[in-house]
Structures are given as C-alpha cells and as structure tokens.
C-alpha cells in the first residue's frame, strides 16, 4: 500500500465512451493498489466523459458501483454506457458553427490551433437527456453535489478561456448541466448557455487540466488520460493514423502539465493508454462496440502501469 499523502487531487481526463470505459477501469486498479477510495480525492477534476466520472464521484456513487456498470452486472443502473455518451456516429448536425469566435482568435495567436479549430465544427445535436437524467439519479435537480471541490473543465465559447465550474470562482450552474458543458463535444453535442456565456468541451483547450491543480494546496495529483499515449501504437489505417496525430497533440499537452506540476512539487500518478489499448480503441473514441474490449485491456494495462508506480 502506497503512503497516504495528505492532499490528494484525482484528474479525470476527456476520451468519450471508449474513455469512460478505460478509466473506470483504471480507477478501480487505483482502489485496489493504493487502498483509497476514490470519492475521498481533496479534488476532482473532470473534463468531458471524465466530468461524468467525477461528479458521479463527488456525489458518493463508489467505483465498485461503476464497475458493476461497465459489467453490465446492475438491471436498474440507468447510465447506459453505448449510447448515453455518444454513439457510434454523430448525430446530424445542427445549424451554425460550434464558435467561429474561436477561429478568430487562433487566427490571432490568441488560442492553441486545435482548440481554434473546433469552432469551425457544426453545432452537435446529441440528445443530452439521458446526461441529465444520470447526473440528477445521484444529484437533486438544480443543486452542486455535496463533495466540496468538484470541478468540471469547459471552455467560454467566445474567449477561449478554460473555466472550472463549481470551483470559487466560476458561475454557479446546477451540476447536470455543468456536466452537459463539459461533454459539449463541438460536432457532437451541443454548447451550453448559462447566464448570458456559451461554453463547450473542456477537452478542446487540454485533455486533462492537470494545470488547474498548480493554484491549489494539494501534494499528489492522479492523472488518468484517456486522449493520451507516450507508448502509441503504429496502426496502417489512415484514420486511427489520423486520431494518431491528435494524440501526440494531446499528449504534448499533458506532458507539460504534469512537467508544471512536478515542479511546483506535486507528486504525480499518470495513467494514460498503452499500444494495446489503442489497438482495442481504434479509432472512434465514440464507438460503443469496442467499449467492453477497451474496459477489459485497461483492466490488464492499467494494474501494470501503476506497479512501475506506486
């Protein structure tokens, strides 16, 4: 068993259906090597699929439960994994843009390329319904979970800017929407307006937002990464090749966020997929076919990863 360090943060990154899969499995290899349970994080940091985990998280729901679901092993359990975050392909796009103001400002040096790029995506139009009725089976209608720094990574659709909702300083959004902002995936899911701001997927600006953690009195931070690789695979298809390439992107991001929070002397525990994860993912991090292969290996690569670790 790890020692206990006396403030403990757990990053939950971005990755889709594929992603929550990976990382349920990773939490619950977490569990079991350190001896911890995972609601007890300091903080909680989700972005995208990983805002779902963590605000299941903040609001008591234990990785066991999780797990069974992954299992398919619960007949009541309401968060169906193959089509409640995402689906295979995307639904037919909406009108207009994600947010061209994004463009802008990536024309202007002002934002990192891709998040930049995202604003050209259509609108999504995914039906957000079974997000919200899974957030509001653990959290009551209109009100934060009871877990006191819960926060979930999503990005201003006009300036650019990350925003941590339901940290001090962020606007005050009940946690089902707040969870529907962070998943708001650009061609995917639709942007969330709250209190005259727009706000989509905090994946698009950092797979993880591990930084957000260097303003914060914490002594370790666990960092799972589903949108990044340091071991990647070398597939022959031209659009995991694709999907390839943006995540070295990604992991060039992380790799400098958890270089910042080293320094500043915070431990880190980073978990992230293998080469054959990546085989089992493919290319669709959407796609729910591959859901239970990519559960199943993560269960087997993510045990290896935290014994060179822990």
């Not at 995506?121 to 919200?132: H, S, T, V, W």
């Not at 650019?160 to 005050?172: C, N, Q, S």
């Not at 022959?236 to 694709?242: L, N």
Request: with cysteine; glycine share 8%; charged share 20%.
């Amino acid at each position: 068993m790890q020692q206990r360090y006396e403030k403990r943060a757990l990053v939950l990154g971005c990755g889709g259906v594929a992603g929550a899969a990976w990382s349920i499995a990773a939490l619950a290899n977490l569990e079991q090597q350190l001896g911890w349970d995972a609601r007890d994080a300091d903080i909680l940091i989700g972005t995208s699929a990983g805002a779902v985990l963590a605000a299941l998280l903040a609001a008591g729901t234990p990785v066991s439960r999780l797990l069974a679901s992954q299992r398919d092993e619960l007949p009541d359990c309401i968060w169906d994994h193959d089509t409640a975050t995402g689906g295979a392909l995307p639904p037919l796009p909406g009108m207009g843009f994600s947010g061209l103001s994004l463009l802008r400002r990536g024309l202007r040096g002002e934002i990192a390329p891709l998040t930049a790029l995202t604003g050209v995506l259509p609108r999504g139009r995914a039906d957000m319904a079974p997000f919200m009725a899974l957030i509001d089976s653990v959290v009551p209608p209109g009100e934060w979970a009871p877990h006191p720094n819960a926060w979930m990574v999503v990005v201003d659709q006009h300036s650019g800017e990350r925003v941590a909702l339901g940290r001090h300083d962020a606007p005050a959004m009940p946690m089902n929407l707040a969870v529907c902002a962070s998943y708001a995936v650009p061609g995917w899911c639709p942007p969330v307006a709250w209190q005259g701001r727009t706000y989509l997927d905090g994946g698009i600006a950092s797979p993880t937002s591990a930084d957000m953690l260097l303003a914060a009195d914490v002594d370790e931070a666990i960092v799972l990464a589903p949108m990044a690789s340091r071991q990647p695979d070398a597939p022959r298809a031209p659009w995991a090749r694709i999907e390839r390439r943006v995540r070295r992107y990604m992991t060039a991001i992380v790799d400098r966020e958890v270089k910042a929070l080293e320094q500043a002397g915070i431990r880190v525990i980073r978990l992230e997929p293998e080469a054959e994860d990546l085989r089992a993912i493919g290319f669709n991090m959407m796609d729910p076919a591959r859901r239970r292969q990519v559960f199943h290996t993560a269960l087997r690569t993510t045990q290896r990863q935290l014994a060179r670790q822990c």
